[in-house]
Structures are given as structure tokens and as C-alpha cells.
């Protein structure tokens, strides 16, 4: 007997292990969220939760100077996350420069000129005396 097809988040939610990985993204997007809403937003578009688990909040700064601020903001994070009843002891800042990958550039074609297409004329010219040779023979 066939079964019916299952969405692919039911399947991925039988599995412990992808479940797990998925909760602690979930939760660390809230925490990244909620962070950033007590952030100014051109500091808060750079920073993001790197670990939500345990006693201290560690999160990851794209640059030192970011990091640098929000370290001087950690007392007042602290004390909003435990508003908001997480129970955060502390806050720990490191520095994750994120590099973007290199663009894919497509290779510029190789002009043609006359000197490099003569070896191919003249295969050309070959093969088509070749073939006009087996012809006449075929026809003989």
C-alpha cells in the first residue's frame, strides 16, 4: 500500500537531531531579534546571537568597533533580556568578520584572429577533401 506524501518539515521534525539544530536556530533568531530591538539599528543590523545557551549570552559582532560599543552597552541588555525573562547573567562579545564569497565572473572569450583560425581552415579543407573522396568511392 502507497503511501501519501508528507511535508518535508514533518519529516525533518521526526528526525531528534534536525529537530534539535532547528529549535536552537529558532531560538536564537528570537534572541538575535530581541537583542536587536535594544540595539540602535545601524549597530543592530551587525550583530546576532552566537550562542543562546547557558548562564551568558555570546554574541557575534561583524567589526571590533561594533563589538566594542555594545560591549559598553552590555549592562542594559542585561538588564532588558531579564525584563523580558531571560535569565542572562552576563554578555560575551567576540568579533566574527563574515566575508561575502567572491562574484562569480565569467571568463572574457578569447578574441579570434586570423593566425589561430589557419590551422582550422585548413582541417577544414581537409576533411572535406576526405570526405569527398569517400563519397566517390562510395558511388564507384
Not at 2 to 15: F, G, T
Amino acid at each position: 500500500m502507497a503511501r501519501s506524501p508528507q511535508p518535508l518539515s514533518r519529516i525533518l521534525d521526526a528526525d531528534s537531531v534536525v529537530a534539535g539544530w532547528d529549535a536552537r536556530r529558532r531560538r536564537e533568531e528570537a534572541l538575535t531579534r530581541l537583542v536587536r530591538r535594544h540595539l540602535p539599528r545601524p549597530l543592530a543590523e551587525r550583530i546576532r546571537v552566537a550562542d543562546g545557551t547557558g548562564q551568558e549570552l555570546q554574541l557575534a559582532a561583524e567589526a571590533g568597533a561594533v563589538a566594542a560599543i555594545v560591549r559598553q552597552r552590555t549592562p542594559d541588555l542585561v538588564a532588558a533580556m531579564q525584563r523580558d525573562g531571560w535569565e542572562f547573567t552576563g554578555i560575551r562579545v567576540r568579533v566574527q568578520v563574515r566575508t561575502d564569497p567572491v562574484p562569480f565572473r565569467k571568463p572574457l572569450a578569447n578574441p579570434v584572429d586570423r593566425t589561430s583560425l589557419r590551422p582550422l581552415a585548413a582541417l577544414a579543407r581537409l576533411l572535406k577533401h576526405w570526405v569527398a573522396c569517400l563519397l566517390n568511392r562510395v558511388e564507384k
